[in-house]
């Protein structure tokens, strides 16, 4: 294990762990090779591959979620291109993992665009829900579709599985890129959906499942005023990125300040809002800034919201490891340099991420699953790592339609965690569904690490642990 200082990607010195099987295309060590990544086939000896189920090959997979209960083994897999829908994965025998059932858009061959972006599973009144989001282009049929709900409370009887619900929102045709569910400290199921303006949408799902006139939209979360651009930006090349709206987002409950919290990545940066309130959520700091983030990609804070892991999706960045507190604490008006940074290959981008302190857990693209601990902020630590893109360097996507390009964007898209017994799974864009265990990670639960017990992983029957009593929205009944 090698320990550099960096400089450039963040403006300032850094010190950051490297993995020594990782360093081709570090500062200072050797190129990263033009063609085949034969290094970067396999895993850490402390990482072991449970599974792993083939969808369809190149830029057929998005992202996905894992249900929590082990009584309901089923994961969920967003899909694109000509399988634009979802896939449902049984793991009631991880030594077998096969795929249960599949779903696509009706007259799929008529759509154009990125297809399915995102699965988030959620339960109400003791139903289980899928919310998938989608994105086709203008001039194809449901350019103004944004998500679809399906009923699953039936499995694994797959002739129950049904469409209860679609969001369409034609004012701002193209969408929603992504999605949140969130089990509310007052007791409501809402659902965070990003948009093509510049603002989040927020669902309850209660009104939206009972035919409400409105779908169920009872706020907006918008990107402050002032951090908006409506340029692409170039240095982003081969993928040009539109630098405005929100483009991913974590919700959760802040115990220790008794607030229901959206984290919004996006155009100019990061912004943390008070959502205990949905239909009025109010800014409470920011991250802008700092050199090399032109907009924000993913956002995800520690258990008890003081720190918070960043990407910010171009080559070469780095994610960047931020201490909210002088924000959250009026301190400062915007948080503006991070405490530490942390790439797997510098010469190539790590993806999305889920926070499981101290753990995080990347899907980072060509790198595959990746783990490191941040239990000291400042300096994070290579935990483990497994390569599932199979892939040649630089040969990811390139945009619609036909996909294909010249770019790190290819390989390791999602991960997902259950707390209950450590299973850790990855989307691949490129080669499918993957399933892992960690040594020494059998589940996991915030309080065993002095941590509040919050992550992305939701508890749907008694909402956010540490929060007051939930008091049931007063809502229409659902059918």
């Avoid at 090779?33 to 090959?57: F, R, T």
Wanted: glycine share 12%; aromatic share 12%.
């Amino acid at each position: 294990m090698q320990i550099r200082t960096i400089a450039g990607a963040v403006g300032l010195a850094l010190s950051a762990t490297l993995a020594g099987a990782q360093t081709p295309g570090t500062p200072g060590g050797p190129p990263a090779p033009a063609g085949a990544l034969p290094e970067k086939v396999g895993g850490s000896a402390n990482i072991h591959l449970v599974g792993h189920v083939p969808l369809g090959g190149y830029f057929r997979v998005t992202d996905a979620d894992l249900e929590q209960e082990l009584t309901r083994p089923y994961a969920y897999v967003a899909q694109s291109r000509e399988r634009a829908g979802f896939s449902i994965l049984d793991l009631k025998d991880l030594s077998n993992i096969r795929v249960l059932y599949r779903w696509k858009i009706e007259n799929v061959a008529l759509h154009r665009g990125l297809g399915g972006l995102r699965a988030k599973y959620f339960k109400l009144k003791g139903r289980y829900y899928v919310a998938e989001c989608f994105q086709f282009a203008q001039g194809t049929p449901d350019n103004d579709l944004g998500a679809i709900i399906f009923d699953v409370t039936g499995l694994p009887d797959t002739s129950k599985v049904k469409v209860v619900a679609r969001i369409r929102a034609p004012e701002t045709p193209g969408g929603f890129h992504n999605l949140f569910a969130y089990k509310h400290s007052d007791g409501r199921v809402l659902l965070f959906t990003t948009t093509t303006s510049n603002v989040a949408n927020i669902y309850d799902m209660e009104k939206l499942l009972a035919g409400d006139k409105d779908q169920g939209l009872i706020g907006k979360v918008p990107v402050p005023p002032g951090n908006t651009r409506s340029e692409v930006l170039p240095g982003f090349a081969p993928v040009q990125i539109a630098l405005q709206g929100y483009h991913d987002f974590y919700v959760g409950y802040d115990p220790g300040r008794a607030q229901d919290k959206f984290y919004g990545a996006g155009g100019g940066g990061y912004y943390v809002y008070d959502v205990t309130h949905p239909e009025a959520p109010k800014l409470v700091t920011s991250i802008v800034g700092p050199a090399g983030i032109a907009w924000g990609h993913t956002f995800t804070p520690s258990p008890d919201g003081n720190f918070a892991v960043t990407e910010t999706e171009y080559q070469w960045a780095p994610l960047r490891i931020f201490d909210l507190r002088p924000g959250l604490e009026g301190k400062v008006p915007a948080i503006t340099q991070p405490t530490a940074v942390w790439n797997a290959d510098w010469n190539d981008l790590a993806h999305n991420h889920e926070v499981r302190w101290p753990y995080v857990f990347v899907s980072a693209y060509e790198d595959g699953l990746q783990i490191f601990n941040m239990q000291d902020p400042m300096h994070p630590k290579e935990k483990g790592w497994y390569y599932t893109c199979e892939c040649t360097h630089m040969s990811g996507y390139g945009g619609t339609p036909d996909f294909s390009g010249q770019s790190v964007y290819n390989g390791a898209f999602g991960v997902m965690v259950r707390n209950t017994d450590g299973l850790i799974m990855i989307t691949d864009s490129n080669t499918g569904a993957w399933f892992f265990k960690m040594d020494g990670f059998t589940g996991w639960n915030g309080e065993d690490w002095g941590m509040p017990n919050i992550s992305s992983a939701q508890d749907w029957d008694h909402g956010p642990p540490g929060a007051r009593p939930a008091t049931p929205a007063k809502t229409a009944a659902s059918p």
